[in-house]
C-alpha cells in the first residue's frame, strides 16, 4: 500500500500515513492531540473531526450514534472510525482538540523520619605499597568497615569499572555512596555530598514527580505530566484493550511511559539545578495496570476474570535495565501490590494516611478512573475496588472534560430562581465540566429540587434552564453566548445517570464492607486521589458517595498515593510498613458478594433509597 | 584536515583516512592486518612496509635501526613512523602481514563434578481463581517451594517481563531457570531442557571458548579466536600503554574484547546448533589486565608499582551490563585474582591441577607473554609473576612469528654436521620461528656445541651455517631456497641473548621460591599456557627453563586455565575453592628479593652457572 499525504488543522501539521489508517491513529503517528476518551473503541464519541478533503471508509452505524444527519452532511465524521483512503485535509475542533490538563498533584509535605536506602561515606584510604599489595575494592572495603563499621559490601558494575581512576583522581580520598548498607552505587574524588531521589505517582491520567534531597530530607521540586499513554486509551481497560489488540500494543504503552518519565526527570532536574545523574533512587506507585505497563509486563489477565496481578511484592530493579536516564546504578523500588485492582497506589495512600495506626474507623476513597477503598483501624483493614468508571472525572458525560483551562469545576444553583454560578479553571470562557464540576451540578440539582431522589427531573419545574429536547430533559449550565464552544453547556438525563452509577458504586462498596466490619458508622472519610482534593465533601456527601459521618471528619487530601512513595523514598523502614499491609489488608472481591446488586441498586438514590444522613442539612427537601 | 585517500597492496583495500595518521593507524582503520609486534612503539620492527606511492612524514632515527640505506632507498618504512600526508599506495610485504594464529588452546576434558549455578525445573501451576487470587510470581514461587523445596527467590526483570505471558503460553506448565537457588534468570513454555555454559579464557593474544551442556556436562564445542586487542600492542605492558597514551584508549580495548567475545560466541553456538540465549552462565579466566580490560576497567595501576589490581575478589555481573549477547538474564562470572600480576587465569590452572591436594612438591610454569609461577602441595603454596617478555612466544626474535602457518616449530641440529632438521606449521614452506622453535632452536645450538654455557657462537665452528655478518654471529635454520620470503632465516647471538634473559627469569623465580620454602628438588614440573603444551620438556631443561627433575615428571598440559574456566563453570562449588586459593596461596614479588639480580645472572647460563642437572643427558659437553 502506498503512503498518503495527510494534513491536519488548525495547526497544519502534515506526514505520510500508510491508507486504511483511521483519523486517530493518522493524529497519532503524526503527534496531533485527537480528545479519545474511549481510546478508539467508538464508544465515547469525543473525537469528532471534519473532514475538509479526501477519501475515507464509509460511515458506520457507530458514528450514527453520536453523529447527526445535518453534521453528517457537514462532513463531521469520529476520527477512530473514519479510514483514511486518499490524501486528506482533516479540522479538527476545538472540543476535539486534546487539552493539556490542570496537573493537580500537590502532596501533603508531612515530615517523615529520614532514613533513606542511599548514604553516602566520605572516607580517606591509605595508599597501596609492597608491603600492602590488596586491590582497590578491597582496600576501599576495609576503610569502609574500620571507619563506618559497614559489613562486607557488592559493587555495582559501573562503579567498579570507574573506582580505580576515582580512587587516584581523589588522591585517595573519595566519597561512596552506598545502597541498603549492601551495594556500592558510585564512588566520586573528594568530598562529595549532592545525593537526590525521585518518588514517581504513574497515574492513569498524570505522572507526578517528587525530587527530595535524600541529606536532607528537603522536597527540592514537583513536576508533573499527562501520562503519554493517555492517547491510547483514557482508562485503564480501554489501555489493556490497546495492548491486546496491537501486536506492539504492550511495546508501546511500555515505551510511551518510560520516555515520559525520562521527559519529567529531565523537566524536574532542570527546574532545580539538579542533575539526572544525581538522582540515585527512584520509588513508584500506580494501580496494578500502570505498575505492569510501567514494568513491559502484559496487563492482559488484569482485563480477565480473576484478574491475578503479575507480582505482588514489591520490587528492586535497576534504573538502567528500564532504560531510565538517572543514575546508571540507581535502583527502582515500586511498592508491592494488593489485589488485581488494588495496586502499589493504595498502598501508597495507606502508608500516607495510616488507618492502621488509628482507633477511629475510617473510610479512605481514592477517586480516579478506578475507585479504590479502604475501611479500617488498627484492628481490621479492608480494601476494595470499584469500576466506577470514568465519570467523576468528566467522560461519558455529554459536555465531560478534563481538568483543563476552560472546565467548570464548581458549580452552584439557586434554590429560588435556580440561576447558575460557577467557576472556571483559568477564569476563561467555559468549554465543558470536568468531575468536581459534575458532582457539584448533580449535587446542587437535587439540592436545588431540579431533579428528585431517583435522579430524574421533575417535569413540574419551571426554568428557561431545564428543557426537554426529544422528550428528553436537560439542564443548562451555561448559556452558548458566555461559552467558548458556542453552544449551551448543559447536564443531561444520561449524564445524572452515569453519575448516579459512579457514586452507587462507591457507596455500595462501602456499606459492604462496613457489614463485613459489623459497623454502623464512620468516624472519618477521606477522600483522596489526584482530583479527590478538589471534590467538595458536602457536595459528595449531599450525592450520596459515602455513608453519613460528620462533615467535620470529612476530608480532602492531595495526591497521597504520590505522598506514600514519597514516605518510602525517604524512609526505608516504610518499605517493611508496606509490605506489612499488604500482607494485614483483606481484599474484598465486592463482585462476589451476593448482598452488592441490592446495595447498588438503592445506593442509586440521591442520596440514598434507605439510609439517612443526620449529619447532611439540605437547604430543601 | 581533508581526507586522503589510501590503498593497501596486494589485499587492494582502501578507504579514506585523515592526514597525518601513521600507516599503521590506516591500516587498523580500513581492517587491513600488519604486524605490529610492540604495538606501534617503534620498537619491534616487525611492521615493515614498502611505500608504492604517496608522500610521507621524513625517515626517522628509530626506521634507521630497522631499515638498512638500500632497503631505504627501495621505499621501506615503518608502518607505526611513517604518517601519511598525501594520497597513498602502500605494499604489505608478506613477513609484515599479520596472519591468523594456528590457535592451540586444547583443554583437558577431565571430568567435573556437575554442579552448575543453573538448574531448571518443570512445574504445573494451578491457575488462579476468585479462591486463590495470588498474583502469577507468588504462585510460582509456592509451587516452586512445595515441588522442589526451593527458598524464596527474586526473579531478575527480564524473566519477570514474559512471565505472565509465557504462564498462559504453556497453559501453566512452564521450565523455570534457577540461578544458584537464588534467583529465577527465565521461564519457558512447556518442558523445555537446553541449558548450556560457556567458560572463556582471555589470553594475551587467543581468547578461548568451551561450551558445554550444563545438563550433562559435556563439553559441546571449542573455538578459539585470535584476541583483537592484539592490534593494539602484542603484550600486556603494550596494551597499557595504549591505554594510557589514547583518550579512548580503554574504551577502544575494552570494545574490542567485548566485540570478539561476541563474535565467538556466534561462531561457537553455530558450530554447535545452539543458540546465543541458551547460554545462561559465562564463567571468565585471565590476566590481570585481560580481566581489566575485558571489565572496562583502568589498568593503568597494574603498570606501576605496586601494581594493585582494582578487584581481588570474584565477581557476578549480568551479561548484559557487559554487553555480552548471551541469555539476557545470563551471569557471568570472573575468577579471582591473586596479585597484580598473578590473574585470574592463574587461579584457573590451580584450580585445573589442584597442587593443594598433592604431597608431591610441583612447580607450574604458566608460560605466555607473561610468566606465572606457582610452587607448592597441600602444605604450602607460592606464587610469582616473572616479566619474561615475549621472545618466548616468537617476538623479539630477528625471525619469530606467531604460531601459524609456516612457522619453524621444531628443530633438531645434528652435532656431528651441524645440519638442521626443521618442522613447519602446515607443513608450508617456512617463513619464520615460533615460540617453541625458538626454544628447540637455542637448545640444540647448545646441545650441538655450537654455542657455549654463556650463550656465545663458538668461533672454532665450521660450518656454512654458522656465518659472521659485521662480527655478528648468526646461524642459518633454513636457506633463502627453503622459505616464502626469499631470505636465510637464522637465529641470531641476539635471539639467543633474548631467550636466555627469558628462561633466566623464570628459573630464578622458581630457585628462590623453592629457597623460600626451604626445598632443593621439585617432584613434578607442569609446563602450562595455550604454548606450554608444546614446548618439548627435555629442551626446555637443556635450556634451564626450571630447576632439575626427573624428566618423567615433567609434563605439558594444555590450557590449564581454560580448563579451569571450565570446572568453575561446572561445578560451583568450585568456585568457593577457588576464593579459598586465592586466600591460602602467598604471592612474592620477586623484584624485591634481594637475591634475585644473583640468581638471575647464575641463571643466564645453560643450563645454568652453578647448579647441577642431574637427570639431563646432552649428547655432548
Chains 1, 2 share one sequence.
Not at 232 to 255: C, K, N, W
Not at 348 to 371: F, K
Request: aromatic content about 6%; proline content about 5%; glycine content about 8%.
Amino acid at each position: 500500500m502506498k503512503p498518503l499525504k495527510v494534513i491536519f488543522q488548525p495547526s497544519g501539521k502534515r506526514g505520510e500515513i500508510q491508507e486504511g489508517k483511521t483519523v486517530l491513529e493518522a493524529s497519532r503517528e503524526l503527534g496531533v492531540g485527537i480528545e479519545s476518551l474511549c481510546g478508539g473503541k467508538q464508544t465515547c464519541g469525543k473525537c469528532r473531526v471534519k473532514i475538509l478533503e479526501g477519501e475515507f471508509s464509509p460511515f458506520s452505524q457507530e458514528e450514527g450514534k453520536w453523529i447527526g444527519e445535518s453534521e453528517r452532511e457537514g462532513g463531521i465524521r469520529l476520527a477512530c472510525s473514519a479510514r483514511i483512503l486518499k490524501d486528506a485535509v482533516i479540522f479538527i475542533p476545538e472540543e476535539s482538540l486534546a487539552q493539556i490538563q490542570i496537573i493537580r498533584k500537590r502532596i501533603s509535605e508531612r515530615p517523615v523520619e529520614l532514613n533513606p536506602t542511599i548514604k553516602s561515606y566520605f572516607v580517606k584510604l591509605t595508599p597501596p605499597s609492597f608491603y600492602d599489595l590488596s586491590g582497590d575494592f578491597e582496600r576501599l572495603q576495609k576503610t569502609l568497615s574500620d571507619a563506618h563499621s559497614l559489613p562486607p559490601l557488592h559493587i555495582d558494575y559501573p562503579a567498579l569499572s570507574k573506582l580505580t581512576k576515582v580512587l587516584r583522581e581523589g588522591d585517595w580520598e573519595v566519597t561512596v555512596f552506598v545502597w541498603m548498607d549492601r551495594e556500592i552505587l558510585d564512588v566520586k574524588p573528594k568530598n562529595n555530598v549532592k545525593v537526590s531521589g525521585l518518588a514517581i505517582d504513574i497515574g492513569t491520567t498524570t505522572i507526578a514527580g517528587y525530587l527530595c534531597d535524600l541529606k536532607t530530607g528537603e522536597l527540592i521540586a514537583t513536576q508533573s505530566m499527562m501520562n503519554p499513554q493517555v492517547i491510547y486509551g483514557e482508562d485503564v481497560i480501554s489501555r489493556i484493550t490497546f495492548a491486546m489488540d496491537h501486536p506492539d500494543g504492550l511495546q508501546i504503552l511500555h515505551q510511551a511511559v518510560i520516555n515520559g518519565l525520562n521527559q519529567l526527570i529531565q523537566l524536574i532536574t532542570e527546574s532545580s539545578n539538579t542533575s539526572p545523574e544525581d538522582i540515585y533512587e527512584l520509588t513508584v506507585v500506580g494501580n496494578t495496570a500502570m505498575h505492569h505497563l510501567f514494568l513491559g509486563i502484559d496487563p492482559q489477565p488484569l482485563g480477565v476474570s480473576p484478574f491475578p496481578p503479575a507480582i505482588h511484592q514489591s520490587m528492586d530493579i535497576k534504573g538502567r535495565d528500564l532504560r531510565l536516564k538517572i543514575h546508571p546504578s540507581a535502583n527502582v523500588h515500586i511498592l508491592p501490590i494488593e489485589a488485581g485492582f488494588v495496586g502499589a497506589d493504595n498502598v501508597g495512600v495507606l502508608l500516607a494516611l495510616e488507618p492502621y495506626n488509628q482507633d477511629d474507623m475510617v473510610l479512605i476513597i481514592d477517586v480516579g478512573t478506578n475507585g479504590e477503598l479502604v475501611i479500617g483501624n488498627r484492628n481490621h483493614l479492608l480494601s476494595a475496588s470499584c469500576a466506577i468508571g470514568p465519570a467523576l472525572e468528566g467522560a461519558h458525560i455529554q459536555f465531560g472534560m478534563r481538568a483543563a483551562q476552560g472546565a467548570i469545576e464548581r458549580i452552584e444553583i439557586s434554590p429560588k430562581n435556580f440561576e447558575v454560578n460557577y467557576e472556571v479553571i483559568g477564569n476563561s470562557k467555559p468549554r465543558g465540566i470536568c468531575g468536581s464540576g459534575i458532582i457539584d451540578g448533580v449535587a446542587e440539582l437535587y439540592r436545588a429540587g431540579i431533579i428528585d431522589s431517583s435522579g430524574r427531573f421533575k417535569k413540574e419545574i419551571r426554568s428557561p434552564r431545564l428543557r426537554w429536547i426529544n422528550e428528553k430533559p436537560e439542564f443548562v449550565i451555561a448559556w452558548k453566548e458566555e461559552t467558548s464552544i458556542g453552544k449551551d453547556i448543559v447536564i443531561t438525563q444520561k449524564d445524572i445517570r452515569n453519575v448516579q452509577l459512579a457514586k452507587a458504586a462507591l457507596y455500595a462498596g462501602a456499606k459492604l464492607m462496613m457489614k463485613k466490619l459489623g459497623i454502623e458508622k464512620l468516624d472519618k472519610v477521606i477522600l483522596a486521589g489526584a482530583f479527590g482534593a478538589y471534590i467538595h465533601p458536602e457536595k459528595a456527601m449531599i450525592l450520596g458517595m459515602f455513608p453519613d459521618c460528620d462533615l467535620k471528619n470529612v476530608f480532602s487530601v492531595g495526591n497521597a498515593a504520590g505522598e506514600g512513595a514519597r514516605i518510602v523514598l525517604l524512609n526505608k523502614e516504610k518499605r517493611l510498613e508496606a509490605n506489612e499491609i499488604v500482607k494485614k489488608i483483606k481484599y474484598v472481591e465486592l463482585t462476589l458478594e451476593i448482598d452488592f446488586q441490592r446495595e447498588f441498586v438503592e445506593a442509586m438514590d440521591i442520596p440514598h433509597m434507605r439510609d439517612s444522613f443526620p449529619h447532611l442539612h439540605l437547604y430543601r427537601q
